[in-house]
């Protein structure tokens, strides 16, 4: 068989799979989920002696590849909290009666089969697998070549699972070859087998999926996050703020990556940034440099998502051109203000058109356990369908039911 | 210039038009939509005078191209309704407070620019400008060149209505030219400035979106739609039904293009229906053929939308059946059961999986003016962002807005 006709196959599989998974009751899932969890605690050596043989030969980068015991635990400990999540589907998201005496309901409905195209994190095979069974959907997932060896281990726990708890296998499928050509036959959509793709990545996949997806897509894209220090910010909140959104983890899409100050408030409060981010390198505007030293920034720099210990910086007039910087730059992702000043707040909030815009906050809470949906499985940035964190709930859509007494239309 | 740097052009304009649409108040909107009307009815001489015109020389099919002053009448009033519309922008749709302080609000808001690609229904440029001014969105329209006149002389009364109310002109654009390739440009999306895409006409079309588009698609696909007679369906309500949902209007996506009739029912309810259809062809397979003469039905049948007075028939077993064949030839468009038998019914609601699902009533009930909504600019046949009918409210995203007093990430 050539691969055209596995994967072809593959999705034929994934097709009668979701028929089931849409119709298979809230418990069934949640217990398949547990299963998951279960079979991968058990499975944890073979994991481990898999993920090592990976990092051994892996030719990537190699930070979010490696696994440990504590992280096998946490991979587990996550499906469970997807478990106890509310299930998304089944609801009446709205239900009203035309004058025609016509009931029509909005129902919460699964999506169908979602294709998953990930790089060297043998994680998301695990949160996808549980968001999946979760929301009702099936999934083809194909993992970075330098983590196939983790995945297929990690693969097999959660295949087991999902047999225990009389769930088909083939809900949650791994393209079991590192030939690039799969994520080819996937972007044309297997012969109109995938509803939804989504694609985590760096730029060269993004890319690629821009150019080449005939289906649609819940873009995981670039995070150039922007936080703006308004003239009325609180300095020591600033400082606090910016510290945080910089250097927590300066490899998560939240992480800031540009920062704006107001002129007016520069001279005092960029003393301040230098001071709470220490090993971390600032390219400013010429302005920006003659109140601290730092590298010259250059147009590149507005764009770039580095990250990595580096912020941008660039002293500005005001709230007029903190918005038209961050419209012009920005990815439409996360942007933060700081400000004392509520309508300067509140100004920004509704003109800034990311997905999250924050106000006093660190724009690393861009995250879906911090807004509280339990698990994500990315940061849609495009504005269809799912923006932000998505979560089961986001892996839905609806149907119209209508019921009748033999309505005709006039 | 050439065409691609005008459709350049074109697409930073909108830009900068959807960003003042953003945030321009919703009473200025409304009256923008009410200047429309006005518009629309004041140039009823010169609409009417191109649209003859177009008539004229059209190469194409001609019922929906010509305009009437019934017809130009019937345009102003859907905006009039469009106007009167509960503005779908600004709610909350959900607000929330983590344990941490971080409050979170949904908001919704536009999406943007929309792109809309239509072939030679004039009425589609008033009602996709009323419907994007009330959802806060700019647009780009690419009229069908057969009706490229009228659509000209309609958007000069839908400028004039947005500048008589302070909006830009640029707010809603025609593409004033019938070279196609401003339809690969569209698809490409104009240097991203096109959020998104709604393609609304033949299979031509479709299918060259489908091949081509670079950026989201809210596609109004075929509605190969179909009605089933259970068993215990009420012979006179299966008769009404099965008249209206074929004959009431034979040229719209609604209508149904499949009768599947149970076995057991077959010999009693065929003659019936047989009865309500003067002037229909039925094609039916050897069982039908064998109740009630009829053309025989070739397996092309069961996937042809015919959008004419032709009905296929089959006659199956039972529900199972009906499903099956529903995921087999079915668009995921609008299917109906008639039945008396509620359990029946029910299962049947809930095992397809079209946008629109009916019990006991026509599948021409599938339009957002029935639905409640007020006004559509069509059906969205895919399962991503809307399903269903389109209306203002289908046409837009949401925010996460997120006040705090200084929060950090742990």
Not at 328 to 355: C, K, M, N, Q, W
């Amino acid at each position: 068989m050539t691969l055209r006709e596995r994967m072809s196959d593959m999705g034929r599989s994934a097709r009668h799979a979701a028929e089931t998974l849409r119709l298979a009751p809230s418990e069934q899932r949640t217990a398949a989920i547990r299963a998951m969890a279960r079979h991968i605690r058990a499975a944890e050596d073979a994991i481990l002696a898999t993920n090592a043989r990976d990092f051994a030969v892996a030719t990537g980068r190699h930070d979010r590849l490696a696994l440990d015991p504590a992280r096998v635990a946490a991979m587990a400990a996550g499906i469970d909290v997807v478990a106890d999540l509310p299930d998304p589907l089944g609801h009446e998201l709205a239900r009203w009666t035309r004058p025609n005496g016509l009931d029509i309901a909005r129902v919460r409905s699964p999506i169908g089969v979602i294709g998953m195209i990930y790089e060297a994190r043998p994680g998301v095979t695990a949160d996808a697998a549980a968001i999946a069974v979760r929301s009702g959907n099936a999934l083809i997932l194909r993992s970075g070549s330098d983590a196939l060896g983790s995945a297929r281990a990690i693969h097999r726990a959660v295949a087991a699972g999902l047999v225990e708890a009389g769930l088909p296998a083939e809900t949650v499928q791994l393209v079991d070859t590192p030939d690039r050509d799969a994520v080819g036959l996937m972007l044309e959509g297997l012969d109109g087998a995938i509803d939804l793709l989504i694609p985590r990545g760096g730029r060269a996949l993004v890319e690629r999926v821009q150019r080449e997806a005939r289906v649609p897509t819940l873009g995981h894209l670039e995070g150039n996050c922007h936080t703006y220090l308004h003239a009325s910010a609180d300095p020591a909140m600033a400082a606090s703020i910016v510290a945080n959104a910089k250097l927590r983890r300066v490899g998560i899409c939240g992480a800031t990556e540009t920062l704006l100050v107001d002129r007016a408030a520069a001279p005092d409060l960029l003393p301040l940034v230098v001071d709470v981010l220490p090993g971390c390198e600032l390219r400013g505007d010429a302005e920006a440099a003659g109140i601290v030293p730092m590298t010259p920034a250059t147009e590149a720099d507005w764009s770039t998502e580095y990250l990595a210990p580096v912020l941008a910086v660039r002293v500005i007039t005001d709230l007029d051109e903190a918005v038209a910087h961050i419209a012009r730059y920005g990815t439409g992702h996360t942007e933060a203000i700081v400000a004392d000043d509520p309508a300067a707040a509140e100004a920004f909030l509704a003109r800034v058109d990311s997905a999250i815009v924050l106000w006093n906050a660190s724009t690393q809470f861009a995250d879906g356990g911090e807004f509280g949906f339990g698990a994500e499985i990315g940061i849609a940035t495009g504005k269809l369908h799912a923006r932000g964190p998505v979560g089961p709930e986001q892996l839905t859509t609806f149907r119209y039911v209508v019921r009748g007494t033999g309505q005709v239309r006039p």
